[in-house]
């Protein structure tokens, strides 16, 4: 499976950006996909989770009620739509999703997406 992430860029604080990834490749099940973030100097965090069959999403706290995950099932794509953006988002964000082959497993990672916010 390969992610390709899209829709990172400059922003001013306050304004908004939305990330989006796209998944292909041959003959797979995505079980979970999820967002995830780098700061130069730091570990990569999750930021938001989405899984299959419904249930609610999973937030980082220090995004909850400014970012909201999304799924485009029949493309293979999901969202990440970012509200009220703060320089301390700043970050290179990656795409993951998990899933499965017809008799193994995959754990696939983006090449990243920087999103910068400015003060």
């Known amino acids: 499976v390969q992610l390709v992430e899209s829709g990172g860029g400059l922003v001013q604080a306050g304004e908004s950006l939305k990330l989006s990834c796209v998944a292909s490749?041959?003959?797979?099940?995505?079980?979970?996909m999820g967002w995830y973030r780098q700061a130069p100097g730091k570990q990569r965090e999750l930021v938001a989770l989405?899984?299959?069959?419904?249930?609610?999403?999973n937030y980082a706290d220090s995004v909850k009620g400014r970012f909201t995950i999304s799924r485009d099932y029949a493309k293979n794509a999901m969202y990440l739509q970012m509200n009220s953006l703060k320089p301390e988002d700043t970050a290179m964000y990656y795409c993951?999703?998990?899933?499965?082959?017809?008799?193994?497993?995959?754990?696939?990672w983006g090449q990243g997406t920087q999103v910068t916010v400015s003060s």
């Open positions: 989405i899984t299959n069959g419904g249930g609610n999403p």
């Open positions: 993951n999703a998990k899933g499965d082959y017809e008799f193994s497993r995959f754990d696939a």
């Open positions: 490749g041959m003959a797979f099940t995505i079980n979970r």
